[in-house]
């Protein structure tokens, strides 16, 4: 029995009531809609605009008037042949590759091991969460530091081997890169620490206790109850990290400038570049778009996946 029918003072919802709230709801919401709009839409379809033609704010002619600059789809097909955009985004991908996969094993080895309470356990969590506080800029500028000939790792492999260790890692092709991939790992593990610590204390500690009382082993709980539970959780993170990876650029920047040459030249270093160098906005216009699409299509397939989790859960 309905709340209107057992108690006769409540009011009857019509049809006729129901869609005068919606239009109500619907001019309430309207000044918010509308910058929503603003701020989201119009620069995409102006990026859209720009990226079929070749202007440039250098050349006097405003944005408005930029179709006279058309050039249809050559922005994208030149796109599609540009080896240097190819290079940095195979670059992109294999510093994800490399970063994201390891930064997940050691966030999720520390949470676990902050399951459980031990002493000092405030005082490691505040330690642990720290270089993710720190400004990019600044990380950059600390394992510059760290990576030079002379500088404190060179020093530290020398006292541990006996021997004087005297690498140029910001001047070698390989070894910056791993020097990058070092710099990203340590910056942003915490956060795949926060993130999975959150979705353990969401795993029920009765089942947890029960296995344990049935005389489930560790391997075996983690296996059958803590991992089933935590992959919406792990999805999150993950995809997080995927698409916070391909916008890695500060700290990169900074520790080599995309060098020596382009070694260790990302997509959003390139893009930089190409904008402050090359001066060809629609062309950048065109590869900021085409990375745009590539990162929506792997969000909308990560959200199918942590539905399909949490269904299944």
Sequence with gaps: MTDAVSNPILPVATPVADQESRRLGFRLTLPAQILVLLISVFPLLMQLYISLTDWSPLDGVPWWSAWQMWNTFANYTDLAVDDRFWSALGRTALIMLICVPAEFL???????????????????????????????????????????????????????????????????????????????????????????????????EDQLRAATLLGASWPQRF?????PKMKTIIIIALA???????????????????????????????????????????YVAAIALAILIFLSVFANFAIARMNRARAAA
């Design 106 to 204: 050691l966030g999720f080895a520390l949470a676990l091991l902050f399951m459980d309470d031990f002493r000092g356990k405030r005082f490691f969590y505040s330690i642990l969460l720290m270089p993710m506080m720190v400004v990019p800029a600044v990380a950059g500028y600390m394992f510059f530091m760290l990576f030079q000939s002379g500088g404190p790792v060179n020093d530290i492999i020398s006292s541990l081997t006996g021997t004087q260790f005297t690498l140029a890692w910001l001047s070698s092709p390989t070894w910056a890169l791993i020097a990058v991939m070092i710099a990203d790992i340590w910056q942003w593990t915490p956060l795949m620490f926060l993130i999975l610590l959150a979705g353990l204390a969401g795993v029920p």
């Design 223 to 227: 296996r059958t109850i803590i991992l």
């Design 240 to 282: 997080i990290r995927v698409i916070e990876n391909f916008k890695i650029f500060d700290t990169l920047f900074i520790m080599t400038g995309g060098g020596p040459g382009v070694a260790t030249e990302t997509i959003s270093v390139y893009i930089y570049k190409v904008t402050q160098n090359d001066l060809i906005w629609g």
